[in-house]
């Protein structure tokens, strides 16, 4: 099991996947924009992030390519979550800098294998 900082504008979004991820016996810490991920990401370090993509005013690309650029947290596996595919220009961008990404809405049992596979991943 793993601490996994969910990061979401969306308040019902964040509780249902704490709810989802600590009944898999997961610690979940949440964030509610890019900024406050940041600032999280260092208090916490957590095995796994899931991060929205479209938030304001620091996007979910934005954060990402933070979390990345740090050597800190670069290692910290990321699961992008979005409320419409991810275009071919953001694939190509940021493909490599994410794990996956999950279309919302977001299902228990694909929640749980995403995040499953992800931190088996980067052990």
């Known amino acids: 099991m793993g601490?996994?900082?969910i990061v979401d504008d969306d308040i019902d979004i964040v509780n249902l996947f704490k709810i989802f991820?600590?009944?898999?016996g997961h610690i979940a810490v949440t964030?509610?924009?890019?900024k406050s991920c940041l600032e999280k990401i260092r208090?916490?370090?957590p095995d796994l992030?899931?991060?929205d993509v479209m938030m304001a005013p620091m996007d979910g690309w934005e954060t990402l390519a933070a979390i990345k650029e740090n050597p800190e947290?670069?290692?910290?596996?990321?699961?992008?979550?979005?409320?419409?595919?991810?275009?071919?220009?953001?694939?190509?961008?940021?493909?490599?800098?994410?794990?996956?990404?999950?279309?919302k809405p977001v299902r228990r049992p694909q929640l749980c294998d995403v995040v499953r596979t992800a931190l088996s991943c980067s052990r």
């Open 3 to 5: 601490t996994i900082l």
């Open 21 to 24: 991820l600590s009944r898999e």
């Open 31 to 34: 964030a509610s924009d890019g």
């Open 43 to 45: 208090q916490v370090r």
């Open 49 to 51: 992030v899931l991060l």
């Open 73 to 103: 947290t670069s290692t910290i596996p990321v699961v992008m979550i979005t409320g419409k595919p991810i275009m071919e220009d953001d694939r190509n961008k940021y493909g490599e800098l994410f794990h996956t990404y999950l279309l």
